[in-house]
């Protein structure tokens, strides 16, 4: 018996053979091989997948160790979205003889049928894994979730060598959406959904802001990123919840509408009169960590200068925003590109106060 993976011998049978499980499935074929694709309810789920956590050394496992943080988010992401969740299917390799026998209608060559699995066989999960656990936790919280199905993939298990073969080609070629990707599409995500009717509503934003990506390409349209602006409202307003009230949405709007008025070259931007690639080009202030700067900073005016941070926002005008001044090396810049790191972000946030009048640096109003 393998220590990453197998049947519950406990288990009742999904047939009437107390020996065998049964599946109605579907007969594929890829790679010259057969697959079938079954419906299986959810309360089976932990019962047919069991994991044992033995200290087993990679080279002898056929997947990744469980990481026990990721499954109370995705359990969560069950028990609150009951109406709307969505699973893919689960993958998993059988090591034993199974048999696929076609229904009737279909003739002997036909691929809709059943599916028998002998209960002495081995199944191991070459996808899913966390998807598995969380079924598992989420049950205990909503039972009537186990009626519900997911979609499992079977295919033959060829040995440790193939099944590790598995799973790195299902990994490989995953690719994960980008943050703004992400933010766009989540309408469960408050705060996101609000960034986007951020970006569609002020002048500065409307029409310039990259939905799709996290960077932007030379000769774009584009001057913001939604993950740029999305970050940078977490600076400003640090919000506890991500229902945000609306003396903080109106805050986050009235900031960086002023915000675009005493950069000049923003309101040139807004007039038409200069192109984002042309800013882009030549100041630092078109760019992703420009904007997290001045999100801290506007969480210290706004905060502490409630009566009178839009006066101070004034000095935005006079500050020299060039990519070639040597006020941003270090900071934003480094041999004449863009340096990204936390430490510079916030030297930079200690510049643009210190030039709005303000003799303290974010570590010591955050040491208050």
Same mark, same amino acid.
């Given at each position: 018996?393998? @220590? ?14 107390? @020996? ?36 087993? $050394? ?17 359990? @969560? ?26 229904? $009737?209608?279909?003739?002997? *060559? ?32 909503? $039972? ?24 790195? /080609?299902? *990994? ?54 939604? @993950?740029?602006?999305? /970050? ?10 991500? *229902? ?7 805050l986050a709007a009235e900031f960086w509408d002023e915000v675009s008025k005493n950069i000049p070259e923003w309101q040139l931007l807004t007039e038409k009169k200069v192109s984002a690639f042309e800013l882009r080009m030549e100041y630092v202030h078109s760019h992703t960590n420009f904007i997290n700067a001045l999100g801290m900073v506007g969480h210290i005016l706004?905060?502490?200068?409630? #009566? ?11 500050? #020299?925003?060039?990519? #070639?001044? $040597? ?7 480094? #041999? ?26 974010? /570590? ?5």
């Amino acid at each position: 018996m393998r @220590n990453y993976g197998s049947v519950s011998k406990s288990t009742t049978s999904l047939g009437n053979s107390p @020996n065998t499980l049964h599946f109605d499935a579907l007969r594929g074929y890829q790679a010259g091989r057969e697959f079938y694709v079954a419906m299986c309810e959810l309360k089976w789920i932990p019962k047919l997948f069991v994991f044992n956590q033995e200290l087993v $050394p990679v080279q002898m496992r056929a997947q990744r160790i469980l990481r026990e943080s990721r499954i109370p988010e995705i359990a @969560n992401y069950m028990i609150n979205n009951p109406k709307n969740y969505v699973f893919s299917s689960l993958t998993a390799s059988v090591d034993g003889k199974v048999r696929f026998i076609p229904a $009737p209608s279909q003739g002997d *060559n036909g691929n809709m049928g059943t599916l028998h699995i002998p209960l002495d066989c081995n199944i191991l999960i070459n996808d899913g894994q966390h998807r598995r656990a969380a079924i598992e936790e989420a049950l205990k919280h909503k $039972p009537e979730l186990g009626n519900e199905y997911i979609s499992v993939v079977f295919f033959e298990d060829r040995g440790l060598q193939q099944s590790q073969q598995m799973f790195a /080609d299902l *990994n490989k070629h995953a690719v994960k959406p980008t943050k703004s990707l992400g933010i766009l599409y989540d309408h469960r995500d408050t705060f996101g959904q609000f960034i986007v009717k951020l970006a569609n509503a002020l002048p500065i934003f409307h029409g310039r802001v990259e939905l799709e990506r996290t960077s932007i390409s030379n000769r774009s349209t584009k001057f913001f990123t939604l @993950n740029g602006i999305a /970050d940078a409202t977490k600076f400003l307003l640090k919000p506890k919840s991500k *229902n945000l009230a609306e003396d903080e949405q109106k805050l986050a709007a009235e900031f960086w509408d002023e915000v675009s008025k005493n950069i000049p070259e923003w309101q040139l931007l807004t007039e038409k009169k200069v192109s984002a690639f042309e800013l882009r080009m030549e100041y630092v202030h078109s760019h992703t960590n420009f904007i997290n700067a001045l999100g801290m900073v506007g969480h210290i005016l706004v905060t502490q200068f409630a #009566d009178s941070w839009k006066d101070k926002l004034k000095a935005l005008q006079k500050i #020299d925003w060039g990519r #070639d001044s $040597p006020v941003w090396q270090g900071k934003l810049m480094l #041999d004449g590109k863009m340096l990204k790191t936390k430490g510079g972000i916030k030297k930079a946030a200690n510049v643009i106060l210190h030039e709005c009048g303000i003799n303290k640096t974010l /570590d010591e109003f955050e040491d208050k």
